[in-house]
């Protein structure tokens, strides 16, 4: 089977992106990466130029959605640009048949989030078209478990994470929530999720730093959730999250960016789960390429819900 072919919307790190990082990634998976979109031709000309010195990746540079789309044989998209901009891609990629993997959140709007990424994602379902999101933070379990292997198997009723988004407000939400609620869907997998009781119970007059609660209920458990978001602008940001009390913190080495977890005297080396989690789609795409169906997409579609009922709930505080 011949290698994929992706295109990249949005390869830069003018926000707090991860575009030069995931083309690495499927470059490393053995797909192709044969050109790149910029909102300009000066943007898309130096994410080329930052694209060859990082991975040494020859991409061609557009400006254009369409025009990129004609010139070039595409299988999908690696959609990385700011989250605003994500509705009008993912619209444009079903349109041309396109697979894709989509920058969290995957749609970012002011009202009806739940209703529009549910009615596109059975759109994509409906098609046969691969839809994935770029929340990594699942594959760090296997390391969690190693570090913690007294949790393997146990009932989960507590969890806890810490995060530090560059951004702030609402904007801090979307960048942040989608991570800690992937991994309540991979500890305590569900076809329904309800959340209670949210409360938000600090939140900053500059809105840099919120801390909520909620209960994540399901038909198997109720899991008590306590989230602590702080704006922060340093390389590598902190992060760490608990299960039933038990921490992992992770720790990134510059220059190497080798990680680990660590939680009381105990460390554990940590495979880089963004490498991961591009290497999950690489494997997704060719089976989806090759004939095989489509993962389930039920939990996108729960955590777009469930991204809607918290940022609501912020919003009426």
Same mark, same amino acid.
């Given at each position: ?6 295109? &990249? ?8 992106? @991860? ?14 990466? #044969? ?13 080329? $130029?930052?694209?060859a010195k990082l991975c040494s990746a020859n991409v061609v540079p557009y400006h254009d959605l369409q025009t990129m789309l004609s010139n070039e044989s595409l299988d999908a998209l690696a959609i990385l640009s700011p989250s605003e901009t994500h509705l009008h891609y993912l ?55 190693? @570090? ?7 009932? +989960?009723?507590? +969890? /806890?994470?810490? @995060?530090? #988004? ?22 305590? #997998? ?23 609660? +909620? @209960? ?24 760490? +999250? ?9 720790e990134i080495q510059l220059p190497s960016y080798r990680m680990e977890l660590h939680g009381g005297s105990r460390r554990v080396p940590l495979a880089d789960p963004?490498?991961?989690?591009? /290497? ?14 489509? #993962? $389930?997409?039920?939990?996108?579609? &729960?955590?777009?819900? &469930? ?11």
């Open positions: 089977m011949s290698a994929p072919r992706i295109g &990249i919307i949005g390869a830069r790190r003018v926000r707090q992106g @991860l575009g030069p990082f995931v083309v690495r990634d499927l470059l490393a998976e053995g797909a192709e990466v #044969p050109c790149v979109l910029g909102t300009r031709a000066a943007s898309a000309s130096a994410a080329k $130029d930052e694209l619209e444009a990629a079903l349109d041309a048949g396109l697979h894709v993997l989509c920058e969290k959140p995957l749609i970012w709007q002011p009202t009806g989030l739940a209703k529009a990424s549910a009615a596109l994602i059975r759109s994509y379902q409906n098609t046969g078209v691969l839809l994935e999101e770029t929340s990594q933070w699942p594959f760090t379990l296997n390391a969690f478990f190693e @570090l913690h292997p007294e949790l393997r198997g146990a009932k +989960f009723e507590r +969890f /806890a994470m810490r @995060l530090s #988004p560059a951004s702030a407000g609402v904007q801090l939400l979307g960048d942040c929530l989608p991570h800690p609620l992937s991994l309540l869907q991979r500890l305590v #997998p569900a076809d329904t999720v309800e959340i209670a009781d949210v409360r938000y119970e600090r939140v900053e007059l500059d809105e840099s730093q919120i801390q909520l609660e +909620f @209960l994540y209920q399901t038909t198997q458990c109720i899991v008590q959730v306590s989230l602590e978001l702080l704006q922060s602008v340093a390389h590598p940001r902190p992060a760490w +999250f608990e299960v039933n009390g038990r921490r992992a913190n992770r963004l490498r991961a989690r591009i /290497a999950a789609f690489v494997k997704d795409l060719r089976g989806v390429l090759a004939g095989q169906p489509l #993962p $389930d997409s039920t939990p996108l579609v &729960i955590r777009a819900e &469930i991204l809607e009922t918290l940022v609501d709930a912020y919003r009426r505080r």
